[in-house]
């Protein structure tokens, strides 16, 4: 029996469809854990090699990393939501109260994807504790401490642009605070300071591009879900590819 | 028993250097290496993230089977829910606006933290504590980095767990149906409060404005004159750029506590801002 499923197994191992796959044998010896982390995409991420003091859990506490599979996680269940969302004013709620009673497993994806971004926003945070307190910024890392600090900025304006989706009191009204602050905008907002001499208008200050009119209504939820679900996401998958690439450059700092 | 070396199979030739090498065990060849620090990341780091995304699903997917996102009423423009909250993340800046105008609180100040943020690896000349968590080599780095992040956590509480009806201060023990009567004393600006003391208007505006240059002025001097290693080290435009975000940040608890314990409403009005 034993030798029937080895005899099976390299049969298929040895297939020109197995072999076309995967071009190297189960990572249990040296060359083969090599060749793992050179062919396969996601894995390549990583060195080949790591220092053993850089794997210290006490030392990252895995945050960016969490950060980062948060991240994956908000993009898996937010397609999914995608499907039954449209961002109308007149279906969106109704949209994502169908998600919650009538559809499989629609309430635990909305409730997944709420959480993961909490998890998130607080994890981006606590990760930039880290890197602080381990003076993980100084030379030569400056420059990716920069695209931190963009990141950190981009996870926020996802939030607050998925906060608007639901079209609920919650949402509307969340919103119209943030507004309020950017009409307030000095120079580009037309109740800021050196707003009026800018020449701003209600209808042509900064509030007014962000809401695509003078209140919060159908463009402003077509804007947010579009930087929600396009824009912010692209530009943030961006900045990550750039995160890690510099990582892998200027060498992880871990203690030596 | 000593062995007599009748003749070297390998004779010493003084031009050389030797060195005494070992054979060990080992699963893979390496040259040019010290001994060795480092390990494969498969199976080492793959599988600790494994675990870690395990981990966090588990406790995800357990909130979301526990509890859920809110959903409340509709939108609708023409019903205010009081108090209007903006989500956690945002609640410290909310809770700024008791204190500072919106441009300040919703735009300036954020655009500060960012800024300075940015700044952070190019006024910290320091070159210690990199790759551990060493407080004892960068003191000031450290308290002034968590005491921004205090603030902005404090005020988050204050927001979240603090503010009811009419974004006024309710304990977790009060009633949150009901709605407090509007505090007693009233707001009052800095310049009126000098008028009250007998100096005229014009007189007041010039030391409302020379309060806030001074405020400046001193934080920005006092280090220079007792702390000249500080400033050695980070040079003229270091320093200024450092002190001037520093107390910049200051600044926000300073106006929160003269505004509780004073009842300052704006510190300075000019024509086009107030603070
Ligand atoms: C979407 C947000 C972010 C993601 C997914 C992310 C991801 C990561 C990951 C996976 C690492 C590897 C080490 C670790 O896990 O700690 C890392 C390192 C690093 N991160 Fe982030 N990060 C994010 C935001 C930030 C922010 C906000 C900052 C700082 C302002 C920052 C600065 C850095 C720096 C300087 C390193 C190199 C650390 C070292 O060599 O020790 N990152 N990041």
Same mark, same amino acid.
């Given at each position: 029996m034993v030798d029937f499923f080895e005899n099976l197994k390299n049969k298929i191992v040895e297939t020109q469809v197995w072999k076309s796959i995967f071009r190297h044998g189960f990572p249990d010896t040296d060359t083969n854990r090599a060749l793992v982390m050179f062919s396969n995409v996601l894995l390549h991420?990583?060195?080949?090699?790591?220092?053993?003091?850089?794997?210290?859990?006490?030392?990252? %506490?895995? @945050?960016?990393?969490?950060?980062?599979?948060?991240?994956?996680?908000?993009?898996?269940? /937010?397609?999914?939501?995608?499907?039954?969302?449209?961002?109308?004013?007149?279906s969106a709620y109704q949209n994502i109260k169908d998600l919650q009673y009538a559809l499989y497993?629609?309430?635990?994806?909305?409730?997944?994807?709420?959480?993961?971004?909490?998890? =998130?926003?607080?994890?981006?945070?606590?990760?930039?504790?880290?890197?602080?307190?381990?003076?993980?910024?100084?030379? #030569?890392?400056?420059?990716?401490?920069?695209?931190?600090?963009?990141?950190?900025?981009?996870?926020?304006?996802?939030? %607050?642009? /998925?906060?608007? @989706?639901?079209?609920?009191?919650?949402? @509307?009204?969340?919103?119209?605070?943030?507004?309020? =602050?950017?009409?307030?905008? #000095?120079?580009?907002?037309?109740?800021? #300071?050196?707003?009026?001499?800018? /020449?701003?208008?209600?209808?042509?200050?900064?509030?007014? =591009?962000?809401?695509?009119?003078?209140?919060?209504?159908?463009?402003?939820?077509?804007?947010?879900?579009?930087?929600?679900?396009?824009?912010? #996401?692209?530009?943030?998958?961006?900045?990550?590819?750039?995160?890690? %690439?510099?990582?892998?450059?200027?060498?992880?700092?871990?203690?030596? | 028993m000593a062995i007599e070396v009748k003749h070297e199979i390998f004779p010493k030739n003084p031009k050389k250097s030797y060195g005494l090498v070992e054979l060990v065990k080992g699963t893979s060849p390496i040259t040019d290496k010290e001994p060795e620090t480092t390990v494969f990341t498969w199976p080492n780091l793959v599988f600790i993230e494994l675990i870690a995304i395990l981990l966090s699903s588990i406790i995800l997917i357990a909130l979301s089977l526990y509890s859920g996102a809110p959903l409340e009423e509709m939108a609708s423009p023409d019903t205010t829910p009081n108090p209007m909250k903006a989500p956690w993340y945002f609640l410290g800046l909310q809770e700024l606006l008791v204190f500072f105008d919106p441009w300040l609180a919703g735009v300036v100040l954020p655009g500060l933290i960012i800024v300075g943020l940015i700044l952070v690896p190019y006024i910290d000349v320091n070159p210690k504590g990199v790759g551990q968590y060493n407080y004892t080599d960068r003191k000031f780095a450290i308290w002034t980095f968590s005491f921004g992040l205090a603030l902005w956590y404090i005020m988050i509480v204050v927001g979240v767990y603090l503010r009811g009806l009419d974004w006024q201060w309710y304990w977790p023990w009060d009633d949150w149906e009901l709605h407090k009567p509007p505090s007693a004393v009233s707001?009052?600006?800095?310049?009126?409060?000098?008028?009250?003391?007998?100096?005229?208007?014009?007189?007041?505006?010039?030391?409302?404005?020379?309060?806030?240059?001074?405020?400046?002025?001193?934080?920005?001097?006092?280090?220079?004159?007792?702390?000249?290693?500080?400033?050695?080290?980070?040079?003229?435009?270091?320093?200024?750029?450092?002190?001037?975000?520093?107390?910049?940040?200051?600044?926000?608890?300073?106006?929160?506590?003269?505004?509780?314990?004073?009842?300052?409403?704006?510190?300075?009005?000019?024509?086009?801002?107030?603070?």
């Open positions: 991420l990583h060195p080949v090699k790591v220092r053993k003091s850089a794997l210290r859990i006490r030392y990252t %506490w895995c @945050l960016g990393g969490l950060t980062f599979f948060m991240f994956i996680l908000l993009t898996i269940t /937010g397609v999914f939501l995608m499907f039954y969302y449209v961002p109308d004013t007149r497993f629609g309430n635990l994806m909305r409730n997944l994807h709420r959480w993961g971004a909490h998890a =998130m926003v607080f994890l981006v945070w606590l990760h930039m504790t880290r890197v602080f307190l381990t003076g993980s910024y100084k030379p #030569p890392r400056e420059f990716n401490w920069i695209v931190g600090v963009l990141l950190l900025v981009l996870t926020l304006l996802l939030s %607050w642009t /998925g906060y608007l @989706l639901p079209w609920d009191q919650l949402a @509307l009204w969340a919103v119209t605070v943030g507004s309020k =602050m950017a009409e307030a905008s #000095p120079l580009i907002g037309y109740s800021g #300071p050196f707003g009026k001499e800018m /020449g701003m208008r209600v209808d042509n200050d900064i509030r007014f =591009m962000l809401l695509g009119g003078t209140v919060v209504g159908q463009s402003t939820l077509l804007r947010f879900y579009v930087l929600h679900c396009v824009g912010l #996401p692209l530009l943030a998958t961006l900045f990550l590819a750039v995160h890690f %690439w510099r990582i892998r450059k200027d060498g992880f700092s871990g203690p030596l | 707001l009052i600006d800095y310049s009126l409060i000098l008028t009250s003391w007998g100096l005229s208007k014009g007189g007041a505006q010039i030391v409302a404005y020379a309060t806030v240059v001074g405020y400046f002025v001193v934080g920005m001097t006092i280090p220079f004159i007792f702390f000249r290693k500080f400033y050695k080290e980070l040079g003229f435009a270091r320093y200024n750029i450092t002190m001037l975000f520093f107390l910049m940040m200051m600044g926000v608890p300073v106006k929160i506590i003269l505004r509780i314990v004073f009842n300052i409403k704006y510190l300075l009005v000019t024509p086009f801002f107030k603070i």
